[in-house]
């Protein structure tokens, strides 16, 4: 039996949460400016820059996928602390580096130091894990949820102005937000891995795709994991081309763009924060998904379809909020299913996995967009990215229900009474 850590005061939770929410602030803060920074760089189209966008988003994945399960490891042999600080000043230094690039190449390398280091949300991730009892991992997962959109609130407003100045400020404000977070976490977050929670260090367990195969013993969380790709896979979608996509079919300036991705945090923060935490309980891990896939789904298909009016983004961007439920649900399944001294490991797992997809869902969206928002003899259809991700969230439910289908029947029962099926670890 393992000892609990330490309950954490008030300072290292607000912390937690800060990483996350400041994060995205940092990350949020440039999204705007992207296309105009792009194309003063290298003379090139939007469609040609969207591209050029999807390989700075490529490299910077393709290097959290290969360090973040080392990362992981690391902090379960040394702890949370020390990989979260570090984590954190390397995010520091290359939003710096890309403020000051002159050319496009440093960005590229901007983008590869960052990706290397890319290990924050997943270490507050395994925190979560460790402080919360099994029946909380769910809702405090959606708390981490919440943080993410309300930094998805504030980043994009704050650059989308800031870059209508210079499209370099957002860079040197995001590098001064992660910084005065670092010195936060530095005097305020404690160690929460006990000495007899910590584990050796070991290169089985460290490579990236070693910790995906220890944590898919179970059957639960192999499908799950399955799902999560595809889930993942469909929403780097909006990331990786909708500041290119407003600019292309809207004709919207950086503020247009930072007000317009404000709005998708502040549903985001709505749902997750109150609306995920309190229906979850009451419907289950394994509905939420499904309800989440399915509304995230439609208004996928919406953002491809409607015309520039104001009243339908509203109202499409609300509803896809609702696939919020998906990724704290898919969290708490896999959390439920792993063993408390391999949190770590699930965390750098998932890490892995969402790296994959920001690495190649940003690639190949961004050359769908380019296909298709400059044909020439034929319309522009820059939407066209949204319909493909749609079919792949419906394609996603196919490994989703195979997992829930592996639950013991008397799980299966027990969700029929409102609790989830993956109360109970499944066999492997």
């Given at each position: 039996m393992f000892r609990?850590a330490?309950k954490p005061?008030g300072?290292?939770?607000l912390?937690?949460?800060?990483?996350v929410?400041m994060?995205?602030i940092?990350?949020g803060i440039?999204i705007?400016v992207?296309?105009?920074?792009?194309?003063?760089?290298?003379?090139?189209s939007?469609a040609?820059?969207?591209?050029?966008?999807?390989?700075?988003?490529f490299?910077?994945a393709v290097?959290q996928f290969i360090?973040?399960?080392i990362l992981?490891?690391?902090?379960?042999?040394?702890?949370?602390r020390p990989i979260?600080l570090?984590?954190?000043l390397a995010?520091a230094?290359?939003y710096?580096?890309?403020?000051?690039?002159?050319t496009y190449?440093?960005?590229?390398l901007g983008?590869?130091?960052?990706?290397g280091?890319?290990?924050?949300y997943a270490?507050?991730n395994?925190f979560?894990?460790d402080?919360?009892?099994?029946?909380?991992?769910?809702a405090?997962f959606?708390?981490?949820?919440a943080?993410?959109?309300l930094g998805?609130?504030?980043?994009?407003?704050i650059?989308g102005?800031?870059?209508?100045?210079?499209?370099?400020?957002?860079f040197l404000l995001a590098?001064?937000?992660v910084?005065?977070?670092?010195?936060f976490g530095?005097?305020?977050?404690p160690?929460t891995v006990t000495?007899?929670?910590r584990r050796?260090?070991?290169w089985?367990?460290?490579?990236p795709l070693g910790?995906l195969?220890?944590?898919?013993k179970?059957?639960?969380?192999?499908?799950?994991?399955?799902a999560?790709f595809?889930?993942?896979?469909s929403?780097?979608a909006?990331t990786?081309?909708?500041a290119f996509?407003?600019?292309?079919?809207?004709?919207?300036?950086?503020?247009?763009?930072g007000w317009?991705?404000?709005?998708?945090g502040?549903?985001?923060?709505?749902?997750?924060?109150l609306?995920?935490?309190?229906t979850?309980p009451q419907i289950?891990?394994?509905r939420?998904?499904?309800?989440g896939i399915a509304?995230?789904?439609?208004?996928?298909v919406?953002?491809?379809?409607?015309s520039p009016n104001?009243?339908a983004l509203?109202a499409?961007?609300?509803?896809?909020?609702a696939?919020?439920?998906?990724?704290?649900?898919?969290?708490?399944?896999?959390?439920?299913?792993?063993?408390?001294?391999?949190?770590g490991e699930l965390q750098?797992?998932i890490?892995?996995l969402m790296?994959?997809?920001?690495a190649f869902s940003?690639l190949t969206?961004?050359?769908?967009?380019?296909?298709?928002?400059?044909?020439e003899g034929a319309p522009?259809?820059?939407?066209?990215p949204?319909?493909?991700?749609?079919?792949i969230l419906l394609?996603?439910?196919?490994?989703?229900?195979?997992?829930?289908r592996q639950?013991p029947?008397k799980?299966?029962?027990?969700?029929?009474?409102?609790?989830?099926?993956?109360?109970?670890?499944a066999?492997?």
């Amino acid at each position: 039996m393992f000892r609990r850590a330490p309950k954490p005061d008030g300072r290292a939770l607000l912390f937690v949460f800060l990483t996350v929410f400041m994060s995205m602030i940092g990350m949020g803060i440039i999204i705007p400016v992207m296309p105009e920074l792009i194309m003063s760089l290298t003379g090139r189209s939007e469609a040609d820059s969207a591209a050029l966008n999807g390989y700075l988003l490529f490299v910077y994945a393709v290097m959290q996928f290969i360090m973040s399960p080392i990362l992981g490891a690391l902090s379960d042999r040394f702890g949370r602390r020390p990989i979260l600080l570090l984590s954190l000043l390397a995010y520091a230094l290359d939003y710096l580096l890309m403020a000051l690039a002159p050319t496009y190449a440093l960005l590229f390398l901007g983008r590869m130091l960052s990706g290397g280091f890319a290990a924050t949300y997943a270490t507050a991730n395994a925190f979560i894990a460790d402080i919360s009892p099994p029946e909380k991992r769910a809702a405090n997962f959606g708390l981490m949820g919440a943080a993410f959109g309300l930094g998805f609130i504030i980043g994009p407003a704050i650059g989308g102005w800031v870059g209508s100045f210079d499209p370099r400020y957002p860079f040197l404000l995001a590098s001064a937000v992660v910084f005065a977070n670092l010195l936060f976490g530095y005097l305020v977050f404690p160690e929460t891995v006990t000495a007899e929670r910590r584990r050796p260090f070991q290169w089985r367990r460290a490579n990236p795709l070693g910790g995906l195969i220890s944590v898919s013993k179970h059957k639960v969380v192999f499908g799950v994991l399955m799902a999560y790709f595809l889930m993942q896979f469909s929403h780097h979608a909006l990331t990786a081309v909708w500041a290119f996509f407003a600019k292309a079919k809207y004709g919207w300036d950086e503020a247009q763009i930072g007000w317009s991705i404000s709005y998708v945090g502040l549903t985001a923060a709505f749902m997750q924060g109150l609306v995920v935490r309190r229906t979850i309980p009451q419907i289950g891990e394994t509905r939420a998904v499904i309800i989440g896939i399915a509304a995230m789904s439609v208004s996928m298909v919406g953002y491809a379809l409607f015309s520039p009016n104001w009243i339908a983004l509203l109202a499409w961007v609300t509803l896809g909020s609702a696939g919020g439920f998906m990724m704290p649900g898919m969290q708490g399944i896999m959390s439920r299913a792993t063993p408390a001294d391999s949190q770590g490991e699930l965390q750098g797992a998932i890490a892995s996995l969402m790296s994959l997809t920001m690495a190649f869902s940003p690639l190949t969206m961004t050359q769908i967009f380019k296909h298709y928002a400059d044909r020439e003899g034929a319309p522009d259809f820059p939407g066209a990215p949204f319909i493909v991700s749609a079919i792949i969230l419906l394609v996603a439910l196919i490994p989703f229900a195979w997992a829930m289908r592996q639950v013991p029947p008397k799980a299966e029962s027990a969700d029929k009474r409102g609790m989830d099926p993956a109360a109970k670890p499944a066999t492997p």
